[in-house]
T-cell receptor
Framework: SQQGEEDPQALSIQEGENATMNCSYKTSINNLQWYRQNSGRGLVHLILIRSNEREKHSGRLRVTLDTSKKSSSLLITASRAADTASYFCATETSGSRLTFGEGTQLTVNP | GAVVSQHPSWVICKSGTSVKIECRSLDFQATTMFWYRQFPKQSLMLMATSNEGSKATYEQGVEKDKFLINHASLTLSTLTVTSAHPEDSSFYIC???????????FGSGTQLSVL
């Protein structure tokens, strides 16, 4: 099994709605990060949450981390068409390795 | 924010040739750079971790003789795909960071197509 499994694989919502994506992992982590990728482009860092943190906010983004359940969620509030992209969680373990999840393809319909 | 420049953004080559991809941190010194490959609609797979002045650490299953990584300075790492074959066609992405526990900055990726 692989680190960083995300669900749903694909999510389609209307503009203005909230989007929630989940990420589960299997091993102990130093931190968990969320990234965004537009098609055929590099990744953009969105937010990092450390293993001793439970929740973090950045603008319209809210990330939670539950280390007992080894899971994290990313909430995008009041979504916009420009939020359409793939979203990846990535877990950083000892040795500074960053392992990416499979990603969630979010489509926000105008 | 910090900028990582990756070049070229796309390359088409014939089977058997070698291709070099550059990754530069433009406004910071990167102690560590990472190389990933990504197939369509899939996640990023870490290929190797590159530390300045030392040999790269390759992930299991990645052929070090095929994917040569050089990190000669704190601002430049290169990935050379040697004797490329069609199955090497993929999207290659580099990332860099100043220090541990800092976030990664990604290059814009290189789409490699081997004919």
């Amino acid at each position: 099994s692989q680190q960083g499994e995300e669900d749903p694989q694909a999510l389609s919502i209307q503009e203005g709605e909230n989007a929630t994506m989940n990420c589960s992992y299997k091993t102990s982590i130093n931190n968990l990060q969320w990234y965004r990728q537009n098609s055929g482009r590099g990744l953009v860092h969105l937010i990092l949450i450390r293993s001793n943190e439970r929740e973090k906010h950045s603008g319209r983004l809210r990330v939670t981390l539950d280390t007992s359940k080894k899971s994290s969620s990313l909430l995008i509030t009041a979504s916009r068409a420009a939020d359409t992209a793939s979203y990846f969680c990535a877990t950083e373990t000892s040795g500074s390795r960053l392992t990416f999840g499979e990603g969630t393809q979010l489509t926000v319909n105008p | 924010g910090a900028v990582v420049s990756q070049h070229p953004s796309w390359v088409i080559c014939k089977s058997g040739t070698s291709v070099k991809i550059e990754c530069r941190s433009l406004d910071f010194q990167a102690t560590t750079m990472f190389w990933y490959r990504q197939f369509p609609k899939q996640s990023l797979m870490l290929m190797a971790t590159s530390n300045e002045g030392s040999k790269a650490t390759y992930e299991q299953g990645v052929e070090k003789d095929k994917f040569l990584i050089n990190h000669a300075s704190l601002t430049l790492s290169t990935l050379t795909v040697t004797s490329a074959h069609p199955e090497d066609s993929s999207f290659y992405i580099c990332s860099a960071r100043r220090d541990r526990n800092e976030k990664l900055f990604f290059g814009s990726g290189t789409q490699l197509s081997v004919l």
